[in-house]
């Protein structure tokens, strides 16, 4: 029998291929080269065989012109193929940053007829739903309505827990913390906070790291308050 499967492993690489016994150590390495992506000159390769009773083997340049069959190469044995080059000549598989991506425009995205955005025009899906608009609408005029009620207003001073100072920077929904609850962004005159006005990774205000804060109407009282001096008790 001359032609028999191995399992050949390289870095990130398994792969089952089918190998002729009458194949050089030379011939295999020339096979190997699409597989594996390293070059002959710089394959190092140890065979494992599938049995206990046999010996591992690396091969070594002088086997170059070996025939396989002289090594009694065993069927579903192993070959571990390392890549001797230095790690600044080895081309980087997992490194994707370099890779040229397609990119497809907005506008040529929004002229294609085979696209989710296509199908979802012609079912009347989303916010091509003519119901979509009106609810979109009068959750506008609901936050509206509550916003008023609470009788704060943008860039108001404020005080939290009665005893940090700054000026309200946001009012509205925040659905990273609740979905259907108002709250209130705070710029703190001092590091008393938790963010710096975003949250989760989205913004909603801009201000230094542990100046910022999203907190409840209740937490919150609007007033004449001056600006704290840091400065003040030195």
């Known amino acids: 029998m001359n032609d028999i499967y191995v399992n050949v492993r390289s870095s990130g690489i398994r792969s089952d291929r089918k190998i002729n016994l009458h194949w050089t150590l030379s011939q295999l390495k020339t ?3 699409p ?3 390293i070059p002959e000159i710089y ?3 140890k065979y494992e065989p599938a049995s206990s009773t046999s010996q591992s083997h690396t ?3 002088e086997e170059e012109n070996d025939i396989l069959s002289h090594h009694d190469i065993e069927e579903l044995s192993t070959f571990i193929i390392e890549d001797t080059r230095p790690p600044h000549l080895r081309p980087n598989y997992e490194d994707l940053s370099e890779v040229e991506k397609y990119e497809m425009s907005q506008e040529e995205y929004e ?3 085979d696209s989710v955005l296509a ?3 012609r079912n009347h899906l989303g916010r091509f739903n ?3 608009a009106e609810s979109v609408s009068s959750k506008q005029e609901s936050l509206e309505r509550e916003i008023k009620d609470l009788q704060v207003n943008m860039n108001s001073r404020c005080c939290a827990s009665g005893e940090r100072y700054g000026t309200i920077r946001y009012i509205g929904y925040v659905p990273e913390i609740s979905k259907n609850s108002l709250w209130i962004g705070v710029e703190f005159d001092e590091p008393v906070g938790k963010n710096d006005g975003s949250i989760q990774g989205k913004r909603y205000f801009t201000t230094r790291n542990k100046h910022g804060s999203f907190l409840k109407p209740t937490d919150v009282e609007v007033g004449d308050f001056p600006e704290e001096d840091i400065l003040a008790d030195l």
């Open 31 to 33: 096979k190997l080269v």
């Open 59 to 61: 091969f070594t340049s």
């Open 111 to 113: 002229r294609r007829d």
């Open 43 to 45: 394959q190092k390769i």
């Open 119 to 121: 199908w979802k025009k």
């Open 130 to 132: 003519p119901a979509y």
């Open 35 to 37: 597989i594996i992506g």
